[in-house]
């Protein structure tokens, strides 16, 4: 196991210095699930809650939390991200939503923090919109799927 790079000699958290590092094309895309009562996943389904349109609030609270995550995550670096997309799954078979998120840039650092942040943004947001009919909710199974670029290469969950 490498050591990890957010402490210095001493132990102390420092921020990681990138500059030396090439500038790549990066990818990373995560994935969560909100499981619930089937009776709010129709709600969800048929654009029946209260507050309306869950996914499409959820789908641009995930891609503004990506933009944010250094705001958020004290060690993160400022990032120009090229891409955020943010999509759903509706498993009506054991009433969840699965969401899954992207993020690209081209720079000297990786993108898995951003891609983390929009799904579990995302999946707060489901929450949020739909507590008043279920607040039994729970969030599960928040992970990397994949990363690709810079000097560590590719990562794919399961390989």
Do not use: W
Not at 22 to 35: D, E, K, N, Y
Not at 113 to 135: F, G, H, P, S
């Amino acid at each position: 196991m490498s050591e990890l790079t957010h402490f210095d000699a001493h132990g102390q958290a420092h921020m990681v210095d990138v500059a030396q590092k090439a500038h790549t094309h990066r990818v990373a895309v995560a994935q969560g699930r909100i499981h619930m009562q089937a009776r709010t996943l129709e709600l969800i389904a048929h654009g029946n809650a209260k507050k309306g349109d869950v996914l499409g609030v959820a789908r641009l609270a995930g891609i503004m939390a990506a933009k944010k995550t250094s705001d958020l995550i004290p060690l993160c670096h400022p990032l120009a991200l090229t891409r955020v997309t943010v999509s759903f799954e509706l498993d009506h078979a054991n009433p969840s939503v699965v969401c899954k998120a992207s993020a690209e840039t081209l720079g000297p650092t990786g993108v898995e923090m951003e891609a983390l942040t929009a799904v579990q943004v995302a999946l707060l947001t489901i929450y949020d919109m739909c507590k008043a009919a279920d607040r039994g909710m729970v969030m599960t199974d928040v992970k990397l799927l994949e990363k690709h670029g810079g000097k560590s290469g590719s990562f794919v969950a399961g390989e």
